[in-house]
């Protein structure tokens, strides 16, 4: 068996019904704004998009692009770009990069009222679609773009529940979905990407396979944050006891009958990123996973 397969079968009844839903309205749609998130750009990118968006104007926005590794990230900028995309960075919590979102449908929507113009129409308000695995920021956002807290923002999967339109101004409405997600994720590191970012839910893979995900993949890419944050130990999967005990020295945790207390340390882990202890980090490498 390949050790790179992984087979995840996550896909709550609400995001097979917003599938359904997108399919159904995507004629009303004029731009689609996809958020994914910045350090798993390749990860978080919904893969079978083009399916149910019918071919739409697309710009993609990396979300926590201030939490990511700019130099890997912008690789995957560039990637995206030369594939035909409208891309835009941006920190949607803080600042003025959402503005960048509103600039780039009103481009897209120039040829459209162009046409609409010489036929004596008035311009026409854009329909703006946005969508997003679980837990990129895209609530964020929204929230960012309307200027007033319309979507509920949760640091788990899956807060968003239903479609709704919201107006931006008097260009623009969004329209809001819950985040959506593959039926079957085959790629283990995909898989283990997007639970180290708390895109996939804890119960899904166990949280131990997440932590020494984490760990391996900070150590190998991002030394002194790994012995910065989690001891000078170095990882070595045949060696777990000792880096173990190194976190618990370096952070204080005390020991649980005689040994590391494994689950607590594995939860501090994947909090050091769910909480932005840890920033300037990209786990999609573009020269492993293009």
Known sequence: MN?????????????????????????LV?????????????SSFISDIDSFISEKPQIIFMSKYDLC?????????????NKGYKVITGNSKI?????KIIDGVLDIMKDVNKKRSEKGLLPKKANVLVVGVT??????????????RVS??????????????IKINDKIDLIDTPGVLWPKITDRKVALNLASMSIIKEEVIQIDEVALHILE????????VYFKMYGNVKFDINNIE?????????RNIPFYQGEPDYNRINNLIINDIKSERIKNITFDKFDEMC
């Not at 590794?69 to 990637?79: G, H, P």
């Not at 923002?153 to 709704?164: A, E, L, M, Q, R």
């Open 242 to 250: 000792e880096i173990y005990e190194s976190i618990s020295k370096v």
């Open 135 to 148: 837990n990129v920021g895209k609530s964020t956002l929204i929230n960012r773009l309307v200027n007033k």
């Open 95 to 99: 600042g003025n990069d959402y503005l």
């Open 69 to 81: 590794d700019k130099c890997e990230t912008n690789k995957w900028v560039n990637y995206y770009k």
């Open 152 to 165: 509920e923002v949760g640091n788990k999967p899956g807060v968003t529940k239903n479609i709704s339109k």
């Open 217 to 224: 993949t900070l150590s190998e890419n991002y030394e002194s």
């Open 3 to 27: 050790e790179n397969k992984i087979n995840i079968n996550w896909y709550p009844g609400h995001m097979a019904k917003t599938k359904r839903q997108i399919k159904e309205i995507i004629n």
């Open 30 to 42: 004029d731009v689609v704004v996809h958020v994914i998130d910045a350090r798993i750009p390749f």
